[in-house]
């Protein structure tokens, strides 16, 4: 009984279970910061199907004065390609934060076909969603152990097919130990690319019908960025994908833009619509957080 409530060992297990989500070293010592260590957790196992996801007038404060997403509603519908738009600040990372699970609304639920994912387990949330991040978190280990992290059940066969759809077999396999090379602390010898290619694979063998991309504003250098391009394309195939988007060619394939401003949904529709009918959209272009 003690030993489940001391706080270190509390800790150690959410560490984990934000590794295991590609959250950066930073981002769980901001939680460690700000004290937001206490994610209160459901109990039920989220069964998760098609990937359904809904926002119904979510708020939610960092602070608990000034609400940072403020009764914001929008829904994906399963398989659909969501774009979030917005300045710097406006809450978009937040949005995406709110998914993983690092943090509860204050109001409002989030449901995932149909299950306010509040009353369910990280774990199962977790293993509905998978997160790739612009700068992603390799622990020093193997690339097999990178692209199997949090699947303990992974096969070598399931890691080959994860990198060769992810574009990153060749590489891998033109690496001193292939496999087995190192990658060193938080991926230190590989790119930005490569790192960026082995979350993608760890994506592809997590196989989780939502997925959430956060996209650089900087474009990889052409043939890079085309490897990248193609392997993420391919990911988000067939699963709801919601992105925080900076580049107008994944706002032209997405099925919604919703333009987030100061917490609030100021704007939703596409491309067309919002150049004509969203100052806040165009801003966006004048400011070069859409390139
Ligand atoms: P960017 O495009 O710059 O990444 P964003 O749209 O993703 O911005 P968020 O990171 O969601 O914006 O931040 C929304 C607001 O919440 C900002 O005012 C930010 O300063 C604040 N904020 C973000 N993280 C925290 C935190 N851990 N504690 C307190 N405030 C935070």
């Known amino acids: 009984f003690l030993l489940a409530y001391d706080p270190a060992k509390r800790l150690g297990n959410l560490n984990v ?3 295991r989500e590609l959250v950066g070293v930073k981002r769980a010592f901001e939680l460690i910061d700000h004290g937001k260590l206490e994610v209160s957790e459901g109990t039920d196992k989220l069964e998760a199907g098609r990937g359904a996801l809904s926002f119904e007038n979510v708020t939610f404060a960092y602070k608990h004065d000034v609400p940072t997403i403020k009764n ?3 829904s994906a519908a399963p398989g659909e390609k969501v774009a979030i738009v917005g300045r710097s600040g406006a809450g978009k990372s937040t949005i995406i934060n709110l998914i993983l699970g690092m943090y509860r609304p204050s109001g409002g639920s989030i449901l995932i076909d149909d299950t306010d994912i509040s ?4 774990q199962s949330l977790r293993d509905a969603v998978s997160y790739v991040a612009q700068d992603t ?3 020093s280990g193997s690339i097999r152990e990178n692209v199997a992290f949090g699947q303990p059940n992974a096969t070598e066969e399931g890691i080959v097919k994860a990198l060769e759809a992810a574009q990153a077999l060749d590489f891998v396999r033109n690496l001193p130990d292939g496999l087995d090379t190192d990658v060193g602390n938080n991926g230190a010898n590989l790119s930005g690319g490569q790192r960026q290619r082995i979350s993608i694979a760890r994506a592809f063998l997590k196989d989780a019908p939502i997925l959430l991309l956060d996209e650089a504003t900087s474009a990889l250098d052409g043939d890079t960025e085309k490897q990248l391009q193609a392997a993420l394309d391919k990911l988000s195939a067939n699963k709801t994908t919601i992105t925080v988007a900076h580049r107008l060619s994944t706002i032209l394939n997405a099925q919604k833009v919703i333009v987030v401003d100061a917490g609030e ?3 939703e529709g596409t491309h067309e619509t919002l150049q004509r009918e969203s100052n806040v959209y165009k801003s966006l272009f004048v400011a070069h957080e859409i390139v």
Do not use: D, E
């Open 17 to 19: 279970q934000l590794q």
């Open 72 to 74: 914001l509603s929008f």
């Open 119 to 122: 009353t369910v387990t990280l």
């Open 137 to 139: 978190f390799l622990f």
């Open 265 to 267: 949904i100021v704007a």
